[in-house]
């Protein structure tokens, strides 16, 4: 792989496995890691349901692409120099339930975070009092807890709580975002994040909480996926990502 990267020589694969390298780095950058516990994979191109995740192990900040381990729907090794890399087994029963039954969706990612397991835990879920979470607004599952993903019977249960939507809340766990590309998935992963913080800064004031109108509230989930249709949009904030990573946009490469 790093010669095919080096000779820059055009290969699908490889460069899923940059971008996938580079989320990655952008969910340490903005502080979404819980030391090696969390997960995000993509499909490989061309290849059905084979999906590239993280070597378990490595730490987010320091991922490449070499470190990303090629397993099929029953979650064996493909390739033969990944033999012997450890990958989350709870993370194979979460990405390939999503990947099996949604093959609108290329990239998914799940995190831990205080704000997104804050939310997970209320009975509530995801209030309409942000901007931020009105883009979820009527597009957003929730998957009740059932312990550690290590069974994989629960992959039924995920993606009928999953449905049509690209976003879930995972009670009592944290969060799960998907999208048709990698910028897509990042995209609706950091929103959905941010809208949580917003939600449990808000809540921490001790005020009473003001809630769009219903009308209001199904706007502006409309605009925000007129916007997800045009996929400038995500694509335009995950270049300038790209660019401000550490080392470059090609340290995530190699």
Same mark, same amino acid.
Request: net charge negative; hydrophobic share 45%.
């Given at each position: 792989?790093?010669?095919?990267?080096?000779?820059g020589?055009?290969?699908?694969e490889?460069?899923?496995?940059?971008d996938?390298?580079?989320?990655?780095?952008?969910?340490?950058?903005?502080?979404?890691?819980?030391?090696?516990?969390t997960?995000?994979?993509?499909?490989?191109p061309g290849? *059905?349901?084979?999906?590239l995740?993280?070597?378990? $192990? &490595?730490a987010f !900040?320091?991922?490449?692409a070499?470190? /990303?381990?090629?397993?099929?729907?029953?979650?064996?090794?493909?390739?033969?120099?990944?033999?012997g890399k450890?990958?989350?087994?709870?993370?194979?029963?979460?990405?390939?339930?999503?990947?099996?039954?949604r093959?609108?969706?290329?990239?998914?990612?799940?995190?831990?975070t205080?704000a997104?397991?804050?939310?997970?835990c209320?009975?509530e879920g995801?209030?309409?009092?942000?901007q931020?979470?009105?883009?979820?607004? *009527?597009?957003?599952?929730?998957?009740d807890y059932? $312990? &550690?993903a290590? !069974?994989?019977?629960?992959?039924?249960? /995920?993606v009928?709580?999953?449905?049509?939507?690209?976003a879930?809340?995972l009670?009592n766990?944290?969060?799960l975002?998907?999208g048709?590309?990698?910028?897509?998935?990042?995209?609706?992963i950091?929103?959905?994040?941010?809208a949580?913080?917003?939600q449990i800064?808000?809540?921490?004031?001790?005020?009473?909480?003001?809630?769009?109108?219903?009308?209001?509230?199904?706007?502006?989930?409309?605009?925000?996926?007129?916007?997800?249709?045009?996929p400038f949009?995500?694509?335009l904030?995950?270049?300038?990502?790209?660019?401000?990573?550490?080392?470059?946009p090609?340290?995530?490469?190699c």
């Amino acid at each position: 792989m790093d010669a095919i990267a080096a000779t820059g020589t055009t290969n699908p694969e490889w460069q899923v496995r940059c971008d996938l390298a580079a989320f990655y780095r952008l969910i340490a950058k903005f502080r979404m890691t819980d030391l090696i516990y969390t997960h995000i994979s993509a499909r490989v191109p061309g290849q *059905g349901d084979q999906f590239l995740i993280n070597q378990y $192990g &490595i730490a987010f !900040d320091a991922m490449c692409a070499s470190d /990303l381990v090629k397993i099929d729907a029953e979650g064996r090794v493909v390739d033969e120099a990944d033999r012997g890399k450890m990958v989350n087994a709870a993370g194979f029963t979460i990405h390939s339930a999503v990947h099996a039954a949604r093959h609108d969706l290329a990239c998914v990612v799940h995190t831990h975070t205080a704000a997104g397991i804050a939310v997970s835990c209320q009975e509530e879920g995801l209030l309409p009092i942000s901007q931020h979470a009105l883009k979820f607004y *009527g597009h957003l599952g929730y998957h009740d807890y059932q $312990g &550690i993903a290590l !069974d994989l019977n629960e992959r039924v249960s /995920l993606v009928r709580n999953l449905g049509p939507h690209r976003a879930m809340i995972l009670r009592n766990h944290g969060l799960l975002a998907a999208g048709r590309t990698i910028p897509e998935a990042f995209d609706h992963i950091y929103f959905l994040e941010r809208a949580c913080q917003a939600q449990i800064a808000a809540q921490a004031s001790g005020s009473r909480l003001l809630m769009p109108p219903e009308n209001v509230r199904r706007h502006t989930a409309a605009q925000f996926n007129d916007f997800s249709d045009v996929p400038f949009y995500v694509d335009l904030a995950w270049e300038a990502e790209m660019r401000g990573l550490p080392g470059g946009p090609a340290r995530h490469c190699c």
